[in-house]
């Protein structure tokens, strides 16, 4: 089974690529994975597995 989480995103004006990345890879230390980055960036939905 798996479970997701939606972690609302605000673009900033400078260092956005760097927070993006940062907040990336934090998730993914918590087993998470980005499955969809709306267009707009507003939102992002990560997946894992429920029984890990």
Do not use: P
């Not at 400078?14 to 994975?33: P, S, V």
Request: glycine fraction near 6%; avoid cysteine.
């Amino acid at each position: 089974m798996k479970e997701y989480k939606v972690v609302k995103w605000k673009m900033g004006l400078t260092g956005n690529t760097e927070r993006l990345e940062d907040t990336l890879n934090e998730y993914a230390k918590q087993g998470w994975r980005a499955v969809h980055i709306y267009e707009n960036a507003t939102s992002i939905v990560f997946e894992r597995d429920k029984n890990r």
